[in-house]
Structure formats: structure tokens, C-alpha cells
């Protein structure tokens, strides 16, 4: 595809269940991560994969949270039991290769709501 | 943390006008990356220097990195209303791509 894509592009769901977020990344890109952005605030992250390596999750604000990533293609973001502070704008993104000067290419992001 | 601290948090301008933003960060870097940010969705690269680098330009951005007082700042000429947006600092420490991004900076140009 031409770019990092992301779907729901909005997701509103109750409190306590759960959601899983989609992300494609760019074809070729071996290196995809995931963020959350509270409103008004700048990126958290939350979890790096890098082609076939385990994953770095040192971001992921609690065991609700979780990701996979099959080889180098799309990854799913999982939110078990979902509260309202989960609410955010969750972003991916994926860089060309684990480098020291790789930019990085961002989706459009999916807006949760939690009621 | 090498949380990348944007300043000032808002900034708005005529259009024209030159806007300078600044980010400050902690510990050591590799290199330093600035994004920008429309409609509180995706993030757009705008720019990349390296450590060892101190100005680097692309079209109307320039951007400067003093690895000795920690801080960079982005520089944007003749703004324009399509300007308008978040800009975010971003920095990485090296042999991890992992981007530590600082808060950043809303910047409006009046038309």
C-alpha cells in the first residue's frame, strides 16, 4: 500500500470490553510501533517490533494491554476490559529497518472512545 | 527520560512571519527528528539531523541541533495559514529506533 494504515478509524465501546486495534504497515517495513496520544498531550509508546525479535513492550501500561505482529506484516493491538482512561488516539508506525536514522511513517491512528 | 520538551507549548503567528520553535532533551542522542501533526490524527516526518550535524534545511524549515546545551530548534520561513498544526520533537538514542516524543506545539498562522 502507499501508506501505514489503520482500522476502526474511530471505535467506541462500553467499559470492561474488550477491543483490538488493526495495523498495516508499509510493505518492505521491518520495524512497526504503536503509540497512544491522550488529547491534547504528545506520543506515549507503547510497544516496538522488529522483524522476527521479541517484541520491546516496556510502554504497555498494564497487562490489558497486549500486541502481535505476524513476521514483518500487520499487527494487532488488544485492550482486555477496556476503562475510560483507555480512551486516546492509538497510532502505529513503521520504519524502513531497526537503523539509527530511520524516520518513521505514520497511520491515520484509531480515535477509542470508552463510555 | 530523553523526553524531547518542546517550547513555547502554543505559538501564533501572522502569516509571513517566521516561527521558531525549540525542544530541549536530557541525556544523549543520536539524532533528533521533528514531526508534524494536522487534526490530531498522523504524524507527518518533517526532518532528520544527526549528532553530529548542527543545521540542516529543507525548503522553507531549517533546523539546528547544539548537542552541547541539548537543545534544537525548528525554524520555519515565510509561514504560511497551511502551517498551522502540532509540532513534535522527537528524539533517538541510537542503536534503538524507539523515538521518545516530547508534548509538542501548536502553532497557528493567521491568514
Known amino acids: 500500500g502507499a501508506g501505514v494504515s489503520q482500522s476502526p478509524s474511530n471505535k467506541v465501546t462500553e467499559k470492561g470490553k474488550d477491543v483490538e486495534l488493526r495495523c498495516d504497515p508499509i510493505s518492505g517495513h521491518t520495524a512497526l510501533y504503536w503509540y497512544r496520544q491522550r488529547l491534547g498531550q504528545g506520543l506515549e509508546f507503547l510497544i516496538y517490533f522488529q522483524g522476527n525479535s521479541a517484541p520491546d513492550k516496556s510502554g504497555l501500561p498494564s497487562d490489558r494491554f497486549s500486541a502481535e505482529r505476524t513476521g514483518e506484516s500487520v499487527s494487532t493491538l488488544t485492550i482486555q476490559r477496556t476503562q475510560q482512561e483507555d480512551s486516546a488516539v492509538y497510532l502505529c508506525a513503521s520504519s524502513l529497518t531497526r537503523g539509527d536514522y530511520n524516520e518513521q511513517f505514520f497511520g491515520p491512528g484509531t480515535r477509542l472512545t470508552v463510555l | 527520560s530523553q523526553q524531547g520538551e518542546e517550547d513555547p507549548q502554543a505559538l501564533s503567528i501572522q502569516e509571513g512571519e517566521n516561527a521558531t520553535m525549540n525542544c530541549s532533551y536530557k541525556t544523549s542522542i543520536n539524532n533528533l527528528q521533528w514531526y508534524r501533526q494536522n487534526s490530531g490524527r498522523g504524524l507527518v516526518h518533517l526532518i532528520l539531523?544527526?549528532?553530529?550535524?548542527r543545521e540542516k534545511h529543507s525548503g522553507r524549515l531549517r533546523v539546528t541541533l547544539d548537542t552541547s546545551k541539548k537543545s534544537s530548534s525548528l525554524l520555519i520561513t515565510a509561514s504560511r495559514a497551511a502551517d498551522t498544526a502540532s509540532y513534535f520533537c522527537?528524539?533517538?538514542?541510537?542503536?534503538?529506533?524507539?523515538?521518545?516524543f516530547g508534548k509538542g506545539i501548536t502553532l497557528s498562522v493567521r491568514p
Open positions: 522527537a528524539v533517538g538514542p541510537g542503536a534503538n529506533s524507539k523515538l521518545t
Open positions: 539531523i544527526r549528532s553530529n550535524e
